[in-house]
């Protein structure tokens, strides 16, 4: 996939900013392709918010400790925005080439810890993307 100098230039300014830490700089760049295709704002500005809260979450998930009760309320909202970020990332992806369609059906919206993983890595480049917007 190509993408255009404005992506471009987007995914190298959160390069800068992120010491060169993105962990799906590839699939960020097309997902932002894609989205900038449709010029849907949007649609990127509900991917970009919902990565954020799922990074924020599973960080303090991670370093969560003690009460099973927080845990279990940190684990419930880490489910419902990894399903709300599945189904955003399928309507960026929608209408794209066949290739790009099934490497994110493969990457991140399977059922697998795998997946999960994925999700979590490519909201880690979203809330960067985030902080960068503000």
């Known amino acids: 996939m190509e993408y255009s100098e404005d992506i471009l230039q987007i995914i190298e300014a959160l390069n800068i900013k992120s010491d060169n830490s993105l962990r799906k700089e590839a699939d960020l760049a097309a997902i932002l392709e894609l989205i900038a295709l449709k010029l849907d704002h949007e649609l990127l500005n509900r991917i970009v918010f919902s990565g954020k ?8 998930l991670r370093r969560a400790s003690g009460s099973s009760e927080l845990t279990d309320k940190l684990e419930y909202e880490l489910k419902r925005h990894i399903n709300d970020l599945v189904e955003l990332i399928s309507n960026a992806i929608e209408g794209a080439e066949e290739y790009v369609v099934s490497r994110f059906n493969v990457t991140y919206l399977e059922v697998t810890q795998g997946s999960v993983r994925n999700l979590i890595d490519l909201s880690h480049d979203l809330a960067l993307l985030k902080e960068l917007q503000s």
């Open 53 to 60: 809260s799922l990074w924020k979450i599973s960080e303090t």
